[in-house]
């Protein structure tokens, strides 16, 4: 092993990735100080559990826990942001104006959101959706609340949609997309929408907000088409930029988009520091030698225990490059969406339901199967777990393509074909 007893490990950031480099670490047999600085003052929880049940009350903040592996031994500083990384001198500072010492670093600092330009932060009945703290004041609001508008209609905002609609309270989801297009991809989202609207959810796609502005009660929203909303509370959840200001004077390091890293997480430029989770950026050569970034759960646990691997790795030994298979899932709206792999634009796609004539096409069951070059690279499952849970092991076997030909596939548009 690269490091010896009296080395020390830091990790930076306490969400998925970094409690999956430390427990991987120990795992791997690192006996030396393993200690982890992390902005928030809550232990390690589950980030996407916040737009769902803890909003309702069906969820309490300890249901949210992340479980640690027994025996960690690791010492926590929490309610530290790190500022700086000098990476010559192997030391982090944070705000609290603490250096701490590094043989061995693992980023996983993570990804914070984005508000809508001229949001109000700040203001009574103004939400911007992302960590434990926002959701439970939020749930705070919603408790008083009539009416809601949720800004961007992705997977947390469909989420959170469907939460104020469980708890009787009026609904207005606004983007300039389909619910949940990003994610899930167009076709899916077509077939998705009109669930959402059966649920009493007011859509407002293919529109803009322009301007929001204190009403005589609560706030107004003015859409770019000249519609005022009238509402209680606004939620906004527009998406996340990694976490890098931080790392913005650390000149060995690209932190332009996410920390630039090499096939196996370690980040380009430094011999010792790793890199996990939404934060980094590199070439998952499963798909592409193109450097990206992955935001999801699962693909933050197995980046954080690639990268611990990475980093205890002896020097000039071959390290295996770290691929991933996306995968994520979601419940909202009476309906079990499943997503595997990746879902390009210029894919034909396969559309099979599970009861042929039906008009909710979504809520009966529907599998979409995303196809390039005669192999399929992804899949979509709407009430169809079964269904899904089949062709998506044998994507997870064949690390991420069936080169098995999906039948009545047609470029450009979505073809209907029963499963038995």
Not at 130 to 138: C, F
Request: charged share 25%; with cysteine.
């Amino acid at each position: 092993m690269k490091y010896r007893r009296n080395d020390r490990i830091l990790v930076v950031g306490a969400g998925r990735a970094g409690v999956s480099a430390m427990e991987e670490i120990r795992r791997q047999g690192f006996t030396g100080q393993l200690a982890i600085v992390h902005n928030e003052t809550h232990p390690p929880y589950d980030r996407p559990g916040c737009a769902k049940g803890l909003l309702t009350g069906h969820s309490r903040p300890q249901d949210l826990r992340l479980p640690i592996a027994d025996g960690l031994d690791a010492d926590w500083h929490l309610g530290r942001r790190a500022v700086h990384l000098d990476a010559d001198a192997h030391t982090v500072i944070t705000d609290t104006d603490e250096v701490f010492e590094y043989d061995g670093l693992v980023i996983a600092s993570g990804a914070h959101p984005v508000a809508p330009r001229g949001f109000p932060l700040g203001e009574p009945g103004i939400h911007l959706i992302y960590g434990l703290d926002d959701a439970w004041a939020l749930r705070a609001d919603l408790q008083r609340a009539a009416k809601v508008a949720v800004i961007g209609a992705g997977l947390t905002g469909s989420e959170v949609a469907y939460a104020v609609r469980s708890m009787a309270r009026d609904c207005v989801l606004i983007d300039s997309k389909d619910p949940m297009t990003r994610p899930l991809g167009e076709h899916a989202a077509r077939l998705i929408a009109p669930e959402i609207r059966r649920a009493g959810v007011e859509l407002r796609t293919g529109r803009r907000v322009s301007e929001v502005y204190p009403a005589r009660k609560g706030w107004a929203l003015l859409l770019d088409d000249g519609e005022e909303i009238i509402v209680d509370i606004i939620v906004a959840s527009t998406g996340e930029r990694p976490d890098t200001k931080w790392l913005s004077e650390t000149p060995e390091l690209d932190s332009s988009d996410g920390v630039l890293c090499d096939s196996t997480l370690r980040v380009v430029g430094t011999d010792d520091v790793v890199a996990a989770g939404t934060v980094a950026r590199w070439p998952n050569l499963q798909y592409s030698a193109e450097p990206g970034r992955v935001g999801q759960w699962i693909a933050a646990m197995e980046m954080g225990r690639a990268a611990a691997k990475t980093l205890l790795s002896d020097p000039g030994a071959y390290v295996e490059p770290v691929t991933h298979l996306p995968r994520f899932w979601s419940d909202q709206f009476g309906l079990r969406i499943q997503v595997c792999g990746q879902l390009p634009m210029e894919a034909d796609v396969a559309l099979s339901e599970m009861r042929p004539g039906r008009r909710d096409i979504a809520r009966a069951g529907v599998l979409l199967a995303y196809q390039l070059d005669n192999r399929m690279v992804g899949l979509v499952g709407v009430n169809a777990p079964h269904a899904f849970t089949s062709m998506a092991r044998s994507m997870i076997a064949t690390r991420g393509a069936i080169t098995t030909p999906v039948e009545r596939v047609t470029s450009g548009r979505t073809t209907l074909a029963a499963v038995g």
